[in-house]
């Protein structure tokens, strides 16, 4: 079964510098974000888990090459090799471009500074020698300089452009690459400035490498480093300035190499660069506008919200996020630049001014939604800035003020979809909703941050129309770009439940709400091939392929905490609806069907009703045998045959889930797939299922 990679992996672990993560995060997001997924990984997961099938590259950043060797060397580097040669993409960068080489030779002879050896990747068959350029100092800018670099535009099939200049601190030379084009090799780049070390023939500084079905592109400059992330202000290099300066005149030029990179490393490309997005303001309101006077008398009786801002404005001080609170009409740009002004670099902080400026014209009531920087296009600490929550106790948030979410729509569907679907719940879910056009994550707002949580009433949902950050299970995102439905719930589930109704099934319920939602969503979708993935994805079948070609369109996150006799959860939900990218979407699904494209609103009304309608039949009947037929009729796994790399590679069919504590539940099969008696029980926490591959890793 066939599924569109998705995830651009950049491995943040020992060796990794997080500067070079964060710009290799920033420049992929910007040229990728559109069509990927743009997410970290760690170690361990590049080990143990199967993140091969979904990932489209490989990015191993700048940092110590020793640290990858001895995190990675043997099963890792295996793995990282067999996926390039099955057809995946590798980006090496500076310390990830010597790693790739089959041999090292930095520094030799120089006590404490020496690397010299041979490496397991050996993309680059021949050696990488540095240093280039003299000056290198670990955790120090002392070395840094701008490099010319000429592109070989024949290589890179670009469009003809002038040399550019490159951010470069200690990578080498890929010593005579031009003589090995009989193995694949290409030089799509040399060193114009003459090198501290022999390079044998040439000088090349970033080099292709055709490794059986996939490629690998390795680098010894930063081309990746944006200089609008670089602060000219470094004790250890008084010209650092002139080297922003220099990057800064050839920022475009170094965008078309980088895009011309990744073309050539088959991926899409987005063409017009996706800038840095600022937060926009949280809007809070309900069908019951009442409910919010009542819920924030709630929060100022409880100590949630407090006096914290210069000016003695109220404000919630959560544990992760601190939020503002505005009255409807009116903005404080103060503490809008200031929360900028603490997270920025310096060169914003010297441009504040200006910023002011031209921020506070164009708060105006056509654009309500004004971009904390929009002269800079930047890294951001989304996490540090503080939020603007707007509460809406007499009315429902305007059009103009959230264009992309109209929330009379919203509640008159919620109110609609009771009214036909709901026989047992009280209809509650919903009532209460908080609204961002963008935010860092609407799971990261209610589950990190538990002093706000605890006071919320169950049912409590947050939505977004963009997503910044995203998060996932293990080392997953779900990609959040326009036309994505988004959105958490608070819910809380009693201990006393435990033997009935165990808090396991909560991610089979979202499941299978998401399912019902969609079906249930008006005549004629309840024909949309969509289907569930143990325990807790979504999929459908693509109408555009074979009938056997199936792809995720959505995803759940449950996070959960104890405290006084009852689980508060945070279901986080992502599903693909209007968005053609990255992968399948729902309206394609819909329009393959002849029926009109979902609204963002009333699905996520279907399925909020429909989650509640499920929640409150489970807490009195638990996981009862028409629950548990109602949820194999959506899964996708009866019968399949799978791989147990648990139990030494035993083969088994998927017999279904256990009643008791959700357990998927494998037979054992024999000699011409015949059972041989022998069952397992495995949990969804310690187990990954590598749908596509029928295979059950254990996850450690």
């Known amino acids: 079964m066939a599924s569109r990679r998705m995830n651009v992996l950049i491995y943040a672990d020992s060796g990794a510098t997080v500067n070079s993560v964060r710009h290799a995060t920033y420049t992929l997001r910007r040229l990728l974000g559109s069509n990927y997924a743009v997410l970290t990984v760690t170690a361990d997961q590049i080990l143990k888990e199967p993140w091969t099938a979904s990932c489209a590259l490989l990015v191993m950043p700048g940092g110590a090459d020793m640290a990858y060797c001895r995190a990675l060397n043997g099963e890792g580097n295996r793995r990282i090799r067999q996926f390039v040669q099955m057809g995946g993409a590798y980006l090496g960068l500076c310390a990830g471009g010597y790693y790739g080489s089959s041999r090292c030779e930095f520094e030799v002879g120089k006590k404490g500074m020496e690397v010299v050896g041979d490496r397991e990747l050996a993309f680059f068959p021949g050696i990488c020698r540095g240093l280039a350029f003299p000056g290198f100092v670990y955790a120090s800018e002392a070395g840094a300089r701008a490099v010319t670099l000429l592109p070989d535009r024949g290589a890179l099939g670009m469009e003809p452009c002038s040399t550019f200049r490159s951010y470069y601190n200690g990578g080498g030379v890929f010593v005579d690459a031009s003589t090995f084009k009989d193995r694949g090799i290409e030089v799509l780049a040399t060193y114009a400035d003459e090198l501290a070390v022999d390079s044998g023939e040439g000088g090349a500084a970033v080099v292709s490498c055709q490794v059986g079905e996939g490629m690998a592109i390795l680098t010894s400059p930063h081309p990746e480093f944006a200089p609008a992330n670089l602060n000219r202000d470094q004790p250890d290099q008084p010209k650092y300035g002139e080297l922003v300066d220099a990057l800064m005149d050839d920022e475009e030029p170094r965008t078309a190499f980088m895009k011309a990179c990744l073309t050539k490393l088959s991926l899409e490309v987005t063409q017009e660069a996706k800038p840095v997005p600022s937060l926009s303001r949280l809007h809070l309101s309900s069908c019951h506008p009442s409910a919010i006077t009542h819920l924030l008398q709630s929060w100022r009786e409880n100590g949630v919200i407090t006096k914290g801002t210069e000016d003695g404005g109220e404000c919630i001080k959560g544990e992760n996020d601190v939020f503002r609170l505005e009255q409807v009409g009116r903005w404080n740009m103060s503490a809008l630049v200031r929360s900028v002004a603490d997270v920025v670099p310096q060169p914003v902080k010297d441009a504040l001014p200006s910023i002011v400026s031209s921020s506070t014209s164009s708060v105006t009531a056509d ?75 609407t799971n990261t707002i209610l589950d990190k941050n538990p002093s706000l949580s605890s006071h919320l009433p169950t049912g409590f949902t947050a939505t977004a129309t963009t997503q910044v950050a995203g998060r996932g299970r293990g080392s997953n995102v779900w990609v959040s770009p326009h036309g994505c439905l988004m959105f958490s719930t608070v819910m809380r589930h009693s201990l006393t439940l435990s033997n009935t109704a165990p808090v396991v099934f909560i991610q089979y319920l979202a499941a299978l709400a998401i399912v019902a939602g969609i079906k249930g969503y008006d005549r004629g979708y309840d024909k949309l091939p969509v289907k569930l993935k143990w325990p807790n994805d979504i999929y459908a079948r693509d109408p555009a392929q074979s009938a056997e070609a199936y792809s995720k369109i959505g995803g759940i996150l449950v996070n959960s905490s104890y405290s006084g006799g009852d689980y508060t959860m945070v279901v986080g939900i992502g599903l693909n609806v209007n968005n053609p990218r990255p992968s399948l979407s729902l309206t394609q699904l819909a329009q393959a069907s002849k029926l009109p494209a979902l609204s963002l609103e009333k699905l996520l009304a279907s399925i909020l009703v429909h989650f509640e309608e499920l929640y409150t039949r489970f807490c009195r009947r638990g996981f009862d045998s028409q629950l548990e037929q109602t949820y194999y009729n959506s899964w996708l796994h009866s019968g399949q045959i799978v791989t147990l790399e648990t139990e030494n590679g035993a083969r088994a069919r998927i017999k279904g889930i256990t009643r008791d504590w959700g357990l998927l539940v494998a037979e054992e099969l024999g000699w011409e797939d015949r059972p041989t008696g022998r069952k397992w029980e495995l949990q969804s926490d310690s187990n990954s299922f590598d749908f596509l591959k029928g295979l059950l890793r254990r996850k450690t």
Do not use: C
């Open 367 to 441: 654009n309500p939604n004004p971009q904390a920087d929009t002269a800079s296009d930047r890294i951001l600490d989304y996490n540090a800035m503080m939020k603007q929550l707007v509460p809406h106790e007499s009315g429902l948030p305007e059009g103009k003020e959230t264009p992309y979410f109209h929330h009379g729509a919203f509640f008159a569907n919620l109110e609609d979809f009771r009214t036909k679907h709901q026989k047992e719940s009280n209809g509650t879910w919903g009532d209460v909703l908080l609204y961002g056009e963008v935010v860092t994550s």
